[in-house]
């Protein structure tokens, strides 16, 4: 079920956000691809590492990843360029939880915050604007997956600056602590098996990222949920 952003956290901004999902999602589904794919057989289980298993929570240095990311940090959202992508995350299974609050300072006191029913955390809404940069241009609002850009320019960020403003590592071969060849880590992207970079994948609107790490899930999403 989809949940509603709290009020305390829903400034006009992030309203008009919500409110340009409902026709994104139908010109995702005008184009096709709503079946998923079926990932190889007999994979089996990935074993949980030493270090870097998940959950992966936000970092408690937002600002200076999204400097290492090679962003610039803002004082509050814009919207001369405004997409949403979306992240799944699977491990032996199950769903990962992608983290609240990445690229976002939350402790800055303009940034307001708000419990949701279901006990996460959610964050945005900057008006007025911090005193000092508190948000990257990529960040994520809540525990949903959608990966938010309100940038001034009109180019696309990735996936591998997101998973360096999250502080956990992504290569062709390993995410987070979870590797090759002791465990399978497979990424899709709208669907399709990615055989290059991960790293080099765009966030453009209505994209669907899986991870799927061990054992899948009974279904891969083809396309994003909104």
Request: hydrophobic share 35%; glycine share 8%.
């Amino acid at each position: 079920m989809r949940r509603r952003r709290p009020r305390a956290v829903s400034s006009r901004l992030v309203t008009r956000a919500v409110a340009a999902i409902p026709l994104l999602a139908l010109l995702v589904a005008g184009c096709g691809g709503n079946s998923s794919p079926k990932p190889p057989e007999n994979i089996q289980p990935a074993p949980t590492p030493a270090t870097g298993a998940v959950p992966w929570p936000a970092p408690p240095n937002p600002m200076e990843l999204t400097v290492k990311a090679g962003l610039v940090p803002e004082t509050h959202e814009f919207l001369q360029y405004h997409v949403h992508a979306h992240l799944d995350v699977f491990v032996n299974g199950k769903p990962a939880v992608v983290a609240s609050g990445i690229g976002i300072d939350t402790t800055n006191p303009a940034v307001r915050h708000q419990k949701l029913d279901d006990g996460s955390d959610a964050y945005g809404g900057i008006d007025p604007p911090c005193k000092q940069p508190c948000i990257s241009p990529l960040h994520t609002h809540d525990t949903s997956g959608v990966l938010h850009t309100e940038s001034k320019t009109s180019k696309p960020n990735t996936l591998g600056q997101l998973f360096v403003q999250w502080d956990v590592p992504l290569t062709p071969t390993c995410v987070g602590g979870y590797c090759k060849p002791d465990a399978s880590v497979l990424i899709y992207e709208n669907g399709k098996l990615v055989e290059s970079d991960p790293g080099a994948i765009e966030l453009t609107d209505g994209k669907e990222i899986a991870i799927v790490i061990g054992t899948p899930p009974a279904e891969i999403p083809a396309q994003p949920p909104f």
